[in-house]
């Protein structure tokens, strides 16, 4: 939730920046910036505001995600003003590294194509990676898990309850599931860590002496925002990215060996064709025929994923653009963030548009841009 104002503080002057020439003298008093500046100040978390709505009677009602699958579509630094940057004393810089993601909420029987019904926000790097890492690392576990099971009624010829445990174990392939956990299990023994334990600013190289630089590893956007990997930064706050060094050079184990890094857990959080249904699939009840016979028992609401709501919530939200059905507009708690909806879709716009270079900077295309009487620049400028 925290996120999804804490970012119209900051989109008025990025998103601006983002879309204007550069060259073209500026006012701060300008109708525009101040209109955004107003929406933004504007917006503030209410009470029930995320999740929920009323109905005609003001009967609270969740917000059904159960038809809508996840799926991600850009990673994307930017580097932006930061006030307390600007008054550190010993700051080298006043600009800081944001870190958004922006994913789709696609209809399940679409999300391939995803072009109609679905809705667009922009969240935070970290809100996402802590929702969706803990979503893959769990159907790791489970799957491991199931696999524990497979490998027991293998090895006690389960003839006993077979059909029970072949109908538990359905998503899981028994011959292949062994290796793929196994590798997990002994990760660090093959001298690999995975990568999401960088997924905060961890410091893998501790300066022996004053004159020596630290280094610390977290997440950065990678070829062209459509992937997420770990890099080096010079500060602990993970502000300024080193591309030219390698985080395999600076890990190793407690004995001093080196190790690498292992993405496969992290590549399932962005993986181009993955969606990832909203919808909890509940297990088989042995007393389903039993209850199927009730015909006074009500039908159970869908369950929505736990990492659906944590996204919905913490997002930033663009919904009207793509025709989501029953979106924030409709919604009396989202008054504020219906307000500045239009605010939200230009900065994700401006995002998708390639404004801006895989470090945060500022990218102008200088065929779009003029001075003054028109003189045109050439080629591209970053800022």
Known sequence: MKFAFAIASMVASVAAAATANPFEPKSANSAQANYVSNLMRGARPTANSQLRKL????DEIEVDLSGYSVKFEQCQFVRTYDDELAEEEDSDTVLATKRFVIFRLCPDN???????????????????LEAAVGYQEELQNDMCEACNECQNQQEDNGEQDGNDNQRKLQDVDC??????????????????????????????YDAQDDNAASYYAGPICASSGSKIKIGIFEDENCYIQDPSKDVDDYLMDG??????LSHAL??????????????????????????????????????????????????????????FDGGIEDYQAYMNQAQQEGAVCEFIDSIKSKSYDEYGEIYVKGANSSVGGGSKTSGGQKF
């Open 55 to 58: 109905d005609q009677n003001g």
């Open 110 to 128: 679409s999300c391939s194509s995803c072009n109609y019904g679905y809705g667009e926000y922009i969240v935070d790097l970290d809100e996402y």
């Open 175 to 204: 011959d292949s599931c062994y290796d793929e956990c196994y590798k997990i299990e002994n990760m660090e023994n093959n001298g690999y860590i995975d990568a999401t334990k960088f997924l905060g600013c961890e410091l893998v």
């Open 255 to 260: 004995d001093g060996y080196p190790m690498k």
């Open 266 to 323: 992290l590549k399932t959080t962005y993986s181009e064709d993955s969606c990832v249904s909203c919808l909890v699939v509940e297990e088989e009840d042995e007393n389903q025929d039993e209850n199927n016979d009730n015909n006074d028992q009500e039908e159970k609401e869908p369950e929505v994923l736990e990492m659906c709501e944590q996204l919905y919530e913490s997002a930033a939200k663009c919904e009207s653009d793509g025709g």
